[in-house]
């Protein structure tokens, strides 16, 4: 099993330009959370799912969509990518509401 | 939002030391996650407890509840510990969501 896997690890954009971040999971987990990580802050909630077709705002949303069109994929996007969007985004899962979440291995997107 | 504060920030040791982090949290919670970042790496769910003591080979984590206190102890140090640990709390005020704590460096030195 692979687990929860991340696509792309690494990007790079021009201020103002678009991407999608896709997370895949094969362990049938119902929730799906993506978070991103800056130096000297914690892990942030971005947005979170708790079933296929479903998506919730998490503490940092905004300029941030998210789509669960499938159980196993949890996608996020970025319409307009500002320089204050260079983080690394972690993609998780979990089997139940607030059981142990199991990471992606990030991606690291640099706006310029 | 549940506060979670960590310390130390930062902590050298030596190859065998016992080593402690320290993790408290302001609002009751369902769970308490410890994970495991490497250098430039993923993040690894080392335990996840609600009460108590669990231990994993040389790892042990502790739980008081009342005291809105936990650790994570490292015995018999390895430099391959060197990592960020991290703290982070489930709770009915934080939705579905955990709240992290901003994490422990630890370098283990041969």
């Known amino acids: 099993n692979a687990g929860v896997t991340q696509t792309p690890k690494f990007r790079v954009l021009k201020t103002g330009q678009s991407m999608t971040l896709l997370c895949a999971q094969d362990m049938n987990h119902e929730y799906m959370y993506w978070y991103r990580q800056d130096p000297g802050m914690g892990l942030r909630l971005i947005h979170y799912s708790v079933g296929e077709g479903t998506t919730a705002k998490g503490e940092v949303p905004d300029g941030y969509n998210v789509s669960r069109l499938k159980k196993q994929n949890f996608l996020l996007g970025l319409e307009s990518a500002a320089p204050s969007q260079t983080s690394v985004y972690f993609c998780a899962s979990s089997y139940s509401m607030w059981g142990e979440q199991f990471f992606g291995p990030g991606t690291r997107l640099t706006v310029l | 939002k549940n506060e979670v504060e960590q310390s130390p920030q930062n902590l050298t040791a030596q190859e065998g030391e016992f080593i402690t982090i320290n993790c408290s949290y302001s609002?009751?919670?369902?769970?308490l996650h410890w994970l495991q970042q490497h250098p430039g790496g993923g993040i690894v769910s080392l335990f996840m407890?609600?009460?108590g003591k669990k231990k994993h080979g040389r790892l042990i984590a502790t739980i008081n509840i009342q005291e809105k206190h936990s650790s994570l102890h490292i015995t018999a140090s390895h430099p391959r510990d060197s990592a960020v640990y991290i703290c982070a709390v489930s709770s009915s005020n934080s939705g579905y969501a955990l709240n992290f704590g901003k994490g422990t460096s630890l370098l283990v030195t041969p």
């Open positions: 407890l609600s009460s």
């Open positions: 609002v009751g919670i369902s769970a």
